[in-house]
Each structure stands twice: as C-alpha cells, then as structure tokens.
T-cell receptor, first 113, second 112 residues
Framework: GAGVSQSPSNKVTEKGKDVELRCDPISGHTALYWYRQRLGQGLEFLIYFQGNSAPDKSGLPSDRFSAERTGESVSTLTIQRTQQEDSAVYLC???????????FGQGTRLTVV | AQSVSQHNHHVILSEAASLELGCNYSYGGTVNLFWYVQYPGQHLQLLLKYFSGDPLVKGIKGFEAEFIKSKFSFNLRKPSVQWSDTAEYFCAVNTNAGKSTFGDGTTLTVKP
C-alpha cells in the first residue's frame, strides 16, 4: 500500500492476556519505530529498527514488551500479560534513514479491561 | 544521545492571534528538523522540514519555522491562527545516524 498500515485499529483485551500488534511499513523504508501515546500525552518512544542492525530497545517499559521485524518488512509488537496501564494508542512509523521524514500509521487503540 | 524539548505543553489562543511554539534540541552534529501535526482523530503528518539551505522554511497552511543553529532551536510560527489549527504539534530531529527523536508535543487550542 501507499502508507503505513497498522492492525488491528482497535483492540480490547482482558487484563493478563497477551496481545500482538502489527505494522506494515512503506515499502523500501529501512527504519521503523513504535511509539505509545497515552490519552492527552506525547509520543513515548518504544523501539527502533534500522535495516539489519540490532534494534534500539531502550524505550520498552518492561520485559512484557517485545517487538520483532523481519528484514525491512512487517513488524509486530507483543505485550504479554497486559495491564490496565498499557491502555494507549500504539503508533508505528517508518522512514528512509538519513532522510528522516517519518510516515505514521493510524495507530492501534489498545484498551485493557 | 539526542533529545528534543518543547517548552509549551498547552497553548490557548484566540483566532487571528500569532503563534510561536518553541523547540530546542541537543545534538552536536548535523540534523534534519521537522514539525509534525496531529489534528483530532487523524494521523500524525508532516507540517514542514529543514534539511539545509535557507534556515527559514515554509510549510503547509501558512506555517513556518526558523532554524537557529547557535541556539539549537527550530521554533514554529504562524502569524494568524485559525480555529482549524487546533491540534497537537510535535517537533522532531533526525541525525545522520538515522534515528528520529520527537518532543513531547504541544497542544494548541484556538478559540473561535
């Protein structure tokens, strides 16, 4: 597709369940980011993938959070044993590194009940 | 590590007022600078960008930003805001290492 695609757009899950969020970046974009945006707050960096380099995981809030990316394609963000404080919109963005303009998906709104 | 600081968390203006949103970054090398906007219920999208050349850059909808290297700043301006400018605004920096860093965002509310 022409843009960054995220699925699902909405996810309601019970506390303690695992969830998996998907991001399809723009074809050819070497860099991919995951951010979390809580209601009324800014962007919280989670993880950054750049080509085949080791990902920058410095923003992951706990070991319940993990992400994978296969080459320069799809990425999945997994949250294990979800907690209510995980409720937020999870945004994915991709760009051509060293150019830097980021293109964002529409986000996945996660609600933990 | 690079960082971006947006000093104003929430700005409230009346229509036709002038706008300036502050953005400072910390990084000693070459940077590309961006402002993004998120209208209510919409994606984050690019407002304007600076790579090189004229430090005063113009973006969509009458916005402009000035890169002042000595102050590590990239402030966003608009001479006369409209109600439709109500949104959240994010400043971002991208370095030659390739990683983008975003500020915490500024919420702009324009009263009609």
């Amino acid at each position: 597709g022409a843009g960054v695609s995220q699925s699902p757009s909405n996810k309601v899950t019970e506390k303690g369940k695992d969830v998996e969020l998907r991001c399809d970046p723009i074809s050819g974009h070497t860099a991919l980011y995951w951010y979390r945006q809580r209601l009324g707050q800014g962007l919280e960096f989670l993880i950054y993938f750049q080509g085949n380099s080791a990902p920058d995981k410095s923003g992951l809030p706990s070991d319940r959070f993990s992400a994978e990316r296969t080459g320069e394609s799809v990425s999945t963000l997994t949250i294990q044993r979800t907690q209510q404080e995980d409720s937020a919109v999870y945004l994915c963005a991709s760009n051509l590194a060293r150019v830097g303009e980021a293109f964002f998906g529409q986000g996945t709104r996660l609600t933990v009940v | 590590a690079q960082s971006v600081s947006q000093h104003n968390h929430h700005v409230i203006l009346s229509e036709a007022a002038s706008l300036e949103l502050g953005c400072n970054y910390s990084y000693g090398g070459t940077v590309n600078l961006f402002w993004y906007v998120q209208y209510p219920g919409q994606h984050l999208q690019l407002l304007l960008k600076y790579f090189s050349g004229d430090p005063l850059v113009k973006g969509i909808k009458g916005f402009e930003a000035e890169f002042i290297k000595s102050k590590f700043s990239f402030n966003l301006r608009k001479p006369s805001v409209q109600w439709s400018d109500t949104a959240e605004y994010f400043c971002a920096v991208n370095t030659n290492a390739g990683k983008s860093t975003f500020g915490d965002g500024t919420t702009l509310t324009v009263k009609p």
